[in-house]
Nanobody, 122 residues
C-alpha cells in the first residue's frame, strides 16, 4: 500500500485543519487506516485515531477525543482527519498509516506514509 498525506500547515490555537491520506496499491477492504503523530522532541509516535476499511469503526486517543474526527471515503480510498479546536500540544508531524488490523496498541503498522507537519501557535 502506498500512502500519500496532505493538509498539514500552521494554524492558531482554536483553529481547524483537515488532513487527507490517499491510499493505492491494494484493495481498500484489506486494511484499516489511521493517524499517528510525533511531537517535537518525543521519540515515540502517538496513536491518534484509526478507521476501519469500511469507515464504520473508529477510535480516538483521549488527547483528541471530542475535537478530532476520522473518516474514510471508500470510493476514493482516502482517509481524513478533521482537527478542530486545535491546541498547542497538537503540534507535531502527523503520519498516515495502514495495517491489516489497525487498532490501539499497534505501534508498527505495516505501512507508513510520509509525515505532514502541523504547527499550532498561540
Amino acid at each position: 500500500v502506498q500512502l500519500q498525506a496532505s493538509g498539514g500547515g500552521s494554524v492558531q490555537a482554536g483553529g481547524s485543519l483537515r488532513l487527507s491520506c490517499a491510499a493505492s496499491g491494494r484493495s481498500s477492504s484489506d486494511y484499516g487506516m489511521g493517524w499517528f503523530r510525533q511531537a517535537p522532541g518525543k521519540e515515540r509516535r502517538e496513536f491518534v485515531a484509526p478507521v476501519s476499511w469500511s469507515g464504520g469503526s473508529t477510535y480516538y486517543a483521549d488527547s483528541v477525543k471530542g475535537r478530532f474526527t476520522i473518516s474514510r471515503d471508500v470510493s476514493k480510498d482516502t482517509a481524513y482527519l478533521q482537527m478542530d479546536n486545535l491546541k498547542l500540544e497538537d503540534t507535531g508531524v502527523y503520519y498516515c498509516a495502514a495495517d491489516a488490523i489497525l487498532v490501539p496498541g499497534v505501534e508498527e503498522p505495516d505501512y507508513w506514509g510520509p509525515g505532514t507537519l502541523v504547527t499550532v501557535s498561540s
